[in-house]
């Protein structure tokens, strides 16, 4: 392949996006799956958490005058 892109052939330049086309593809997909990732994480935290928390205690009842 010719170094400069100026001066590729049609066959330099579609082989040159179909590489470009896939690694972006694959990027894609792995900032997918680490955004997944983090959210089931803290998910499941939160949800630790909310089943850790003490229970409220009921206020006293004021007997009414």
Known sequence: MNPDPANWTDAE???FYARRE???RALGILLFVLV???FG?????MTDQ??????PVAAPTVPAQ
């Open 41 to 45: 994480i803290t998910v499941v935290r």
């Open 13 to 15: 330049r579609t082989a």
């Open 50 to 55: 909310i089943n850790a928390a003490p229970k």
């Open 22 to 24: 896939s690694r972006n």
């Open 36 to 38: 997944a990732l983090f």
